[in-house]
């Protein structure tokens, strides 16, 4: 059964998990908090601003994404089928502090402040073979061209957080 309250953090952990992101080569880290094989999972991911993730979606009808934002800034991207950005949603602390992401939608998301932490939870039992599907018209994080199109992603996503303020 799903268990949306959202786990503490003590000034420390979170400090850790920030270096943790900082040292990493994909420059995010997660903190899982479930057992391997449970049906609900919750993880509490620390991001690097320049931490880049190919957008995606998650192929199954219980798959739906709930992203919590617990420090920082961060937006939202939803894809067509063709790579247009067809929505947008800025999370942040005082502001929308939580979305709910749809099966089967294109997605990803951006750093708008030098780091965020997330506390993001799904059903269905994790398996890396279905879990998620990359959207093959985005670079790949490794991809040389992978940091300007993320450099792309943060340019709208900080003249769409302008357009709001």
């Given at each position: 059964?799903e ?9 420390s ?23 391997p ?42 894809f067509?089928?063709?790579g ?9 602390k005082?502001?929308?502090e ?7 939608m294109w ?16 059903m ?15 670079p790949?994080?490794n991809?040389?061209?992978s ?19």
């Amino acid at each position: 059964m799903e268990n949306n309250q959202i786990p503490y953090l003590s000034p420390s952990e979170i400090l850790e998990g920030i270096a943790k992101a900082n040292l990493s080569e994909r420059r995010r880290f997660p903190k899982i908090l479930h057992n391997p094989g449970d049906e609900f999972n919750r993880v509490i991911n620390f991001m690097m601003n320049d931490s880049y993730m190919q957008p995606h979606l998650h192929p199954g009808v219980e798959k739906i994404e709930k992203i919590y934002i617990l420090e920082g800034s961060l937006a939202v991207f939803f894809f067509n089928d063709h790579g247009e950005i067809i929505n947008t949603t800025i999370l942040k602390k005082g502001g929308i502090e939580m979305i709910a992401v749809p099966a089967f939608m294109w997605h990803t998301y951006v750093m708008l402040t030098e780091y965020a932490v997330t506390y993001e939870t799904m059903m269905g039992k994790y398996d890396p073979q279905t879990w998620k599907n990359f959207f093959s018209i985005a670079p790949e994080e490794n991809a040389l061209n992978s940091q300007e199109y993320l450099q792309n992603l943060q340019k709208v996503a900080n003249t769409y957080n302008q357009s709001i303020i």
